[in-house]
């Protein structure tokens, strides 16, 4: 299947969703997490929830990155140049919901691109080579182009993998692991 009707299929899956199964899907995705070898870096980025989009609650990652100690970095969005600027996470920071309803951060620290570690990427899909899909304005593409080669790159998806993304191209940046409720793709 191309991008285009993976994004209007997994869109009309995720909006079929109740809220117990978000909530549980999402536990049972921050569990998967715990069983990866990912928890000795330092600096790790994680998007907040779009709740009208039903995405993954993020708040289970959240409160596992807080216990381990870890600086988490969270991103604002700049639509005239579809690029993310990072902001360390901290007790200080105000968060305010911007035009598409993401919750972004309205001031605080910045966190260059190459200091983070591990990423953690919404996605719509994604196929067993490690290609996903996302909204379709290319901020993580953008973003993950300028993290370092060993940035470690997360999926994060209620759904299993497709078995292929057939318009995926060179430029589209692959992930490292897709993690699901049920199982942890390595790629």
């Keep these: 299947m191309n991008k285009a009707r993976l994004r209007q299929k997994y869109k009309a899956l995720r909006q079929q969703l109740t809220e117990e199964q978000i909530d549980q899907f999402s536990i ?36 596992i990155l807080s ?8 991103s604002k969005s700049n639509f005239e140049s579809n690029t993310l600027t990072n902001y360390l996470l901290s007790d200080n920071t105000t968060l305010k919901l911007n035009q598409y309803n993401i919750p972004e951060p309205v001031s605080g620290i910045e966190i260059p ?29 953008n973003f993950l182009s300028n993290c370092r080669p060993d940035t470690v790159k997360i999926g994060l998806s209620f759904f299993e993998a497709e078995a292929e993304i057939k318009d995926a191209y060179e430029g589209d940046i692959a992930l490292d692991y897709c993690v699901t409720p049920d199982k942890v793709y390595k790629f």
Aim: aromatic share 14%; charged share 20%.
């Design 67 to 74: 216990g381990k100690d870890k600086n988490i970095a969270i």
């Design 28 to 63: 049972d995705i921050a569990n998967q997490l715990l069983k990866l070898a990912i928890w000795d870096y330092n600096v790790y980025h994680l998007f907040l929830t779009i709740e009208s989009q039903k995405e993954i609650q993020t708040e289970f990652i959240l409160n």
């Design 113 to 141: 691109n190459h200091n983070i570690d591990v990423v953690f990427i919404p996605l719509l899909a994604f196929d067993l080579k490690g290609n996903r899909v996302g909204y379709g304005k290319g901020f993580y593409d």
